[in-house]
């Protein structure tokens, strides 16, 4: 495992609910991460426990998170260590409770 695998593999399991996102949560930087962050909050997450890594800031995790995951696309979100998936997916979750359900949350 590289380097960079080996940090998004800490990250992924340190963190319960992780977004590789576009930007920040405060301040997104392309529509599929603002969408990803508002199905989130949608879901009853509260912003502070939203682990985010904007991929713009650091490019060996902007391009290893799409192995990490084969998945060719960010966002990306982690639920307590397990890949969900993008905004589309993450919408589709939410649409039928599934998503609510892994968080715990009930929105």
């Known amino acids: 495992m590289s380097d960079t695998q080996q940090r998004i593999d800490d990250l992924v399991k340190a963190n319960d609910i992780l977004l590789f996102m576009k930007g920040t949560a405060s301040f997104p930087q392309c529509g599929f991460s603002g969408r990803a962050v508002q199905i ?56 039928s409770g599934e998503l609510q359900g892994m968080l715990g949350t009930q929105a």
């Open 40 to 95: 989130l909050k949608a879901c009853g997450v509260e912003p502070k426990a939203i682990t985010t890594v904007n991929v713009l800031e650091d490019a060996e995790i902007r391009e290893g998170i799409k192995g990490y995951s084969n998945w060719p696309t960010i966002p990306q979100l982690y639920v307590k260590g397990e890949f969900i998936g993008g905004s589309d997916i993450m919408m589709e979750m939410y649409e």
